[in-house]
């Protein structure tokens, strides 16, 4: 079994930060690209970052110069620094894993069950 677990999430005023965590644990073999989604109320899910294996990253549009998605290979874990927050990045993120597990022969996706981030004074 393999699970992601998202923390990091929470209220916050406009132009605040928040630091989003998501850690891969179980039978897992090798992971390569991680990413951050988000997925506001009546919108499709959307890239948020994305960060390979040896570290190479990129960023939709709307948060270059405000995210930055960070990874600890040795603890199987990505972060989101999320920093000048406006109301329109109110959405839950979530993580994804593109991993091989132990024994598996494919790389596949995996999902956490989301944080929710709410920018709002």
């Known amino acids: 079994q393999v699970q992601l677990v998202e923390s990091g999430g929470g209220l916050v005023q406009p132009g605040g930060s928040l630091k989003l965590s998501c850690a891969a644990s179980?039978?897992?073999?090798?992971?390569?690209?991680m990413r951050w989604y988000r997925q506001a109320p009546g919108n499709q899910r959307e890239l948020v970052a994305a960060?390979?294996?040896?570290?190479?990253?990129n960023y939709a549009d709307s948060v270059k110069g405000r995210f930055t998605i960070s990874r600890d290979n040795a603890k199987n874990t990505v972060y989101l620094q999320v920093n000048s927050l406006k109301p329109e990045d109110t959405a839950v993120y979530y993580c994804?894993?593109?991993?091989?597990?132990?024994?598996?022969?494919?790389?596949?996706?995996?999902w956490g069950q989301g944080t929710q981030v709410t920018v709002s004074s």
């Open positions: 960060i390979t294996s040896t570290g190479s990253t």
């Open positions: 994804n894993a593109f991993l091989r597990r132990i024994g598996g022969r494919w790389y596949d996706d995996y």
């Open positions: 179980g039978s897992i073999f090798s992971i390569n690209t």
